[in-house]
Every structure is written in structure tokens, then in C-alpha cells.
Antibody
Framework: QVQLVESGGGVVQPGGSLRLSCAAS????????MHWVRQAPGKGLEWVAF????????YYADSVKGRFTISRDNSKNTLYLQMNSLRAEDTAVYYC???????????????WGQGTLVTVSS | SYELTQPPSVSVSPGQTARITCSGD??????AYWYQQKPGQAPVLVIY???ERPSGIPERFSGSSSGTTVTLTISGVQAEDEADYYC????????????FGGGTKLTVL
């Protein structure tokens, strides 16, 4: 069965950096686009970033563009999110999520991890 | 950019039918997707491409589309259906743009 397990969350000061990881199993990771989606405490869902199955294309929400970098290592079945210049408004649970179709991205999410909490606070 | 608008809350009694709407100008051109999220849990896809139901999702969940509004219908609501529901759409014609509605809290009275 598909499993997505995030890690790397924690407390970081404003302006700091953090790298999140998402370990994938139960499917051919190298064939699917992957996303990061976040949810601030008590708020709704916000799409953060997408990476194509082969890493050739990456897209970001305007709110994180230039500060966050999505990447993947298909040999390790792992998705990453490097977060720099963190702000208080980046405080959220960060979910990795799988795109449903192999090769061709459809920009919705058929499986989600359980999330990892990032808190940006001094 | 565009927005998706949902009512903040919907309340129904057990066994009744709940309807949650989602409105957006791009919905006639783009598919809508629905997610259920229970407290402390990750979202779960319950409807894709406006009206398709993933395997494992109960038949009481259905989706429909009309113009700029899509609707998630839960027939014969059960206590376990109490959750937040989010609609989502995406425009991938150029640089992808993914948007969620603000979410609707479904309360089972």
C-alpha cells in the first residue's frame, strides 16, 4: 500500500532554514509527480510546490517562490523541501502528496502523508 | 489567479442529505476535487474529476457540477462523516496554479 512519511519538522527562528523529507513506498516513486501542501494551525489547505516525476520541472506557489526548493532522489524514493528565509507565516503542518497519474501530472492528490509540523518563532 | 468559495459550515441530522457547494469562475473549464479531513488527520480524496469516486470511498459520497458551482453530496449522513471538506481545482494550461476552497465544517447533529 502507498505510504508517505514526512520528517524534518521542528522549531526554527525567523530567517532560518529547514529541510523536510518525505519517504515514499508502495508505488513506483520515480514515475509520479509529487507535491507539498501545507496547513497553518486552524486554517485551510495551501498548495506549496510540485516536482515532475523526473525532476525536470518544478513549480511553486507565489508565497514561497524564491525561498523554498523542492527536489527528489528517485534512487532513495524520497521527496524534499528545502525552506530558507522562513517567516512566521510559514508555520504549518507540511504534507507531501502524490499526484495520481504516472508521467502526466494532473495536480490533485490521491495519497497524503501524515504531515510534519514546522513552527517559525523566536 | 482565481478563488474557490465554500460555505464555512453545514449542519445535518444523521440519515439526512448534506450538500456542500464550491463556487469558482474557472470551474466550467477545470475539474474539481473534494477532500475530507478529520481532526488531527491528513486529508483524504473523496471525489475526483467532479463526480468520480475513488475505490474505498462509500457510495453515499457523490459529486456534481453545474456552471460555476460544484457540489459534494453525502446521502444518508453518518456520524463518522463529521469533518472538514475542501474543494480543489487546478489550471495546468501554463504555469500550474492549484487552489483550494476555504473548507466547510460538516456537523452531524
Amino acid at each position: 500500500q502507498v505510504q508517505l512519511v514526512e520528517s524534518g519538522g521542528g522549531v526554527v527562528q525567523p530567517g532560518g532554514s529547514l529541510r523536510l523529507s518525505c519517504a515514499a513506498s508502495g508505488f513506483t516513486f520515480s514515475s509520479y509527480g509529487m507535491h507539498w501542501v501545507r496547513q497553518a494551525p486552524g486554517k485551510g489547505l495551501e498548495w506549496v510546490a510540485f516536482i515532475r516525476y523526473d525532476g525536470s520541472n518544478k513549480y511553486y506557489a507565489d508565497s514561497v517562490k524564491g525561498r523554498f526548493t523542492i527536489s527528489r532522489d528517485n534512487s532513495k524514493n524520497t521527496l524534499y523541501l528545502q525552506m530558507n528565509s522562513l517567516r512566521a507565516e510559514d508555520t504549518a503542518v507540511y504534507y507531501c502528496a502524490k499526484d495520481p497519474y504516472d508521467i502526466v501530472a494532473t495536480y490533485y492528490f490521491d495519497y497524503w502523508g501524515q504531515g510534519t509540523l514546522v513552527t517559525v518563532s523566536s | 489567479s482565481y478563488e474557490l468559495t465554500q460555505p464555512p459550515s453545514v449542519s445535518v441530522s444523521p440519515g439526512q442529505t448534506a450538500r456542500i457547494t464550491c463556487s469558482g469562475d474557472a470551474l466550467p473549464k477545470q475539474y474539481a476535487y473534494w477532500y475530507q479531513q478529520k481532526p488531527g488527520q491528513a486529508p483524504v480524496l473523496v471525489i475526483y474529476k467532479d463526480s468520480e469516486r475513488p475505490s474505498g470511498i462509500p457510495e453515499r459520497f457523490s459529486g456534481s457540477s453545474s456552471g460555476t458551482t460544484v457540489t459534494l453530496t453525502i446521502s444518508g449522513v453518518q456520524a463518522e462523516d463529521e469533518a472538514d471538506y475542501y474543494c480543489q481545482s487546478a489550471d495546468s494550461s501554463g504555469t500550474p496554479y492549484v487552489v483550494f476552497g476555504g473548507g466547510t465544517k460538516l456537523t452531524v447533529l
